[in-house]
């Protein structure tokens, strides 16, 4: 007999064509058509449905759904931690990525220099331990030269020979996490806990013999303008300061690096994530971390701007800004078609004259700067 019983229904027998025929009658009412009774059997073949098929089909839906579940599961715990994994690496540099331009950067500052650096160390104001070299000049004042985000002081050692070549003691030396200085738990803030090892750095040079305290001078590249900024804000003892292509706010410029490389919404997809663990590990806030709201503070000393107008890094348009906003003596200079802090290697001597000039105006024996006329340059 096909009779089938279902519970719930008192029991009465329901023969296989009496659930067949309600198919029908649905089928009828949800499409209008009219279903000869010859055709009737055809139809019921085709939606011939079974109870074991009934209670199957959820269980494939569902088996069906965990599984896909499963896997965007997966690949979201792919892609975070690999995030994390970058944004551990991003903030806690080990070693300078630019190898190939030591060899090349300390040979030609053997040729340049008129007397070997020094090896010094030094310690930050939160006590780690910062390395260095210190070139010794004839005119008693003193530069610091601030590298890099990834970069190290070694990169600079032909720019630091040729200005002590000029007369200039200056003094190179590596950033926390960066090169042979030790390393912080947080990492790299990339510029604000770093502007504690410029004013380290200042210290030290106060108490070596053959500078006059007053006459102390900055140049920074990159992320080490951003940092010399946010040292000279606080502390007086910087005279003047070179900011060669600073970022004006780290949230912006870091979504703007990645827009440079990665177009569309894969850029935020990426760097969104990344920017969260970096803040996570590093114990900062990115918004937060704006050079353009404290250059005011540096004033009246001097500064000088320098950013190639083909930056995709860095956007030159936040050097302009920061130019405009500021109240104090200024200069810029505005390279046309120069990527990244790539002034200095197209024009190396014009940008040994310009920064050699810009101290011998600043930096002189009178310890307040004297308020010249602003200068801007476009090339």
Request: proline share 4%.
């Given at each position: 007999?096909?009779?089938?019983?279902?519970?719930?229904?008192?029991?009465?027998?329901?023969?296989?064509?009496?659930?067949?025929?309600?198919?029908?009658?649905?089928?009828?009412?949800?499409?209008?058509?009219?279903?000869?009774?010859?055709?009737?059997?055809?139809?019921?073949?085709?939606?011939?449905?079974?109870?074991?098929?009934?209670?199957?089909?959820?269980?494939?839906?569902?088996?069906?759904?965990?599984?896909?579940?499963?896997?965007?599961?997966?690949?979201?715990?792919?892609?975070?931690?690999?995030?994390?994994?970058?944004?551990?690496?991003?903030?806690?540099?080990?070693?300078?990525?630019?190898h190939h331009l030591h060899t090349t950067s300390?040979?030609?500052?053997?040729?340049?220099?008129?007397?070997?650096?020094?090896?010094?160390?030094?310690?930050?104001?939160?006590?780690?331990?910062?390395?260095?070299?210190?070139?010794?000049?004839?005119?008693?004042?003193?530069?610091?030269?601030?590298?890099?985000?990834?970069?190290?002081?070694?990169?600079?050692?032909?720019?630091?020979?040729?200005?002590?070549?000029?007369?200039?003691?200056?003094?190179?030396?590596?950033?926390?996490?960066?090169?042979?200085?030790?390393?912080?738990?947080?990492?790299?803030?990339?510029?604000?806990?770093?502007?504690?090892?410029?004013?380290?750095?200042?210290?030290?040079?106060?108490?070596?013999?053959?500078?006059?305290?007053?006459?102390?001078?900055?140049?920074?590249?990159?992320?080490?303008?951003?940092?010399?900024?946010?040292?000279?804000?606080?502390?007086?003892?910087?005279?003047?300061?070179?900011?060669?292509?600073?970022?004006?706010?780290?949230?912006?410029?870091?979504?703007?690096?990645?827009?440079?490389?990665?177009?569309?919404?894969?850029?935020?997809?990426v760097a969104t994530p990344l920017l969260r663990?970096?803040?996570?590990?590093?114990?900062?806030?990115?918004?937060?971390?704006?050079?353009?709201?404290?250059?005011?503070?540096?004033?009246?000393?001097?500064?000088?701007?320098?950013?190639?107008?083909?930056?995709?890094?860095?956007?030159?348009?936040?050097?302009?800004?920061?130019?405009?906003?500021?109240?104090?003596?200024?200069?810029?200079?505005?390279?046309?078609?120069?990527?990244?802090?790539?002034?200095?290697?197209?024009?190396?001597?014009?940008?040994?004259?310009?920064?050699?000039?810009?101290?011998?105006?600043?930096?002189?024996?009178?310890?307040?700067?004297?308020?010249?006329?602003?200068?801007?340059?476009?090339?």
């Amino acid at each position: 007999m096909d009779g089938i019983t279902f519970a719930g229904l008192e029991r009465e027998p329901v023969t296989r064509s009496a659930v067949l025929g309600k198919e029908v009658e649905v089928l009828k009412m949800a499409t209008s058509l009219t279903i000869s009774t010859e055709q009737q059997p055809v139809l019921s073949r085709t939606l011939a449905v079974t109870p074991a098929a009934l209670q199957k089909q959820p269980r494939v839906l569902l088996t069906a759904s965990i599984a896909l579940g499963g896997l965007f599961t997966l690949c979201g715990t792919a892609f975070t931690a690999l995030s994390a994994l970058a944004a551990y690496r991003l903030t806690h540099p080990t070693t300078c990525m630019f190898h190939h331009l030591h060899t090349t950067s300390r040979r030609n500052a053997r040729k340049n220099w008129t007397k070997p650096p020094r090896i010094v160390r030094f310690r930050s104001g939160d006590s780690l331990r910062l390395f260095g070299r210190y070139f010794a000049g004839t005119k008693g004042d003193a530069i610091i030269i601030c590298h890099g985000f990834t970069a190290c002081q070694e990169e600079l050692m032909e720019v630091a020979a040729r200005l002590q070549a000029l007369g200039h003691s200056v003094l190179l030396f590596d950033f926390r996490n960066h090169g042979r200085s030790a390393a912080s738990k947080r990492g790299s803030s990339i510029g604000y806990h770093e502007r504690q090892d410029v004013c380290a750095a200042v210290q030290y040079l106060k108490r070596r013999k053959g500078v006059d305290p007053h006459r102390i001078g900055v140049i920074g590249l990159s992320m080490g303008a951003a940092t010399a900024l946010f040292a000279a804000a606080e502390c007086d003892d910087i005279r003047a300061v070179v900011a060669d292509s600073p970022y004006a706010s780290l949230h912006d410029t870091f979504y703007y690096g990645f827009r440079s490389f990665y177009s569309g919404m894969g850029a935020n997809l990426v760097a969104t994530p990344l920017l969260r663990f970096s803040e996570m590990f590093s114990g900062i806030n990115a918004k937060k971390i704006r050079p353009i709201d404290i250059v005011s503070k540096i004033a009246p000393r001097p500064i000088m701007f320098i950013h190639g107008l083909a930056d995709e890094v860095i956007r030159s348009a936040d050097s302009i800004q920061m130019y405009d906003s500021y109240a104090g003596p200024k200069e810029q200079w505005l390279v046309d078609g120069a990527h990244h802090v790539e002034a200095g290697m197209l024009y190396p001597e014009e940008y040994l004259q310009r920064v050699d000039k810009f101290f011998n105006n600043y930096l002189t024996v009178v310890s307040a700067p004297t308020i010249t006329p602003c200068a801007k340059n476009v090339m």
